[in-house]
């Protein structure tokens, strides 16, 4: 199997996650609040993704209630930014899996703050300083989401000369800016389009 080498699969999904807070001016209150995991930074589910044998698992954000499925027991990476001089809890939930990273980040800021289409660039610009490689979007459309505004993008980028996708939906809710999204190596596209869709089919936000 294609493997990242430079960084972990979830590590830069954490950093794709991360980014989306950095609106604005904001800035993390510790530079290394999303790099430092509460559990190991690489956590591999033993089946292959889309498999029967996969165990997808409900995971739940405690403070807003929102839950979704995830194929294996989540890796949660927490921070706080600063944004407009106001302090913005956000958590990251993701794990690796042979395909790639897969996951969800809610952040607690009204979703409609900032318009999704700025939100996205500030994305692409984040992820592309943290890691020095690059981070482009395309396909992306306006949508709604459970009656929310929403934004989906597919993503590409390259690390040591591997060529990367991934896709990513925000969703603008009232109380919290939500994430979806996966990331891994082209090679596995197909894998990842069906765990994006898997995670978008239960993913709930009261």
């Not at 530079?31 to 591999?44: G, I, K």
């Not at 194929?71 to 690796?96: F, N, Q």
């Not at 979806?180 to 765990?195: D, H, T, W, Y």
């Amino acid at each position: 199997m294609i493997g990242m080498t430079h960084r972990s699969r979830t590590q830069r999904l954490v950093m794709l996650s991360a980014s989306v807070v950095l609106i604005a001016g904001g800035v993390p209150a510790s530079t290394t609040a999303f790099a430092a995991p509460s559990a190991p930074a690489s956590l591999h589910v033993t089946a292959m993704t889309g498999t029967p044998t996969v165990d997808w698992v409900e995971t739940a954000d405690p403070p807003s209630g929102i839950t979704a499925e995830l194929p294996g027991k989540a890796t949660v990476r927490k921070a706080t930014v600063s944004i407009e001089g106001k302090a913005v809890d956000a958590r990251v939930y993701g794990l690796d899996t042979p395909d790639g990273a897969v996951g969800f980040a809610v952040h607690d800021m009204p979703g409609d703050q900032y318009p999704l289409e700025d939100n996205l660039q500030r994305v692409l610009e984040s992820y592309m300083i943290n890691t020095a490689e690059p981070l482009t979007s395309s396909n992306v459309r306006k949508m709604t989401f459970d009656g929310r505004p929403a934004l989906d993008a597919r993503l590409t980028s390259e690390t040591d000369g591997e060529p990367l996708t991934g896709f990513i939906r925000l969703i603008a809710d009232d109380k919290h800016l939500v994430q979806a999204l996966v990331l891994g190596p082209e090679a596995n596209e197909k894998a990842l389009k069906a765990m994006q869709e898997r995670l978008l089919a239960s993913l709930r936000i009261p």
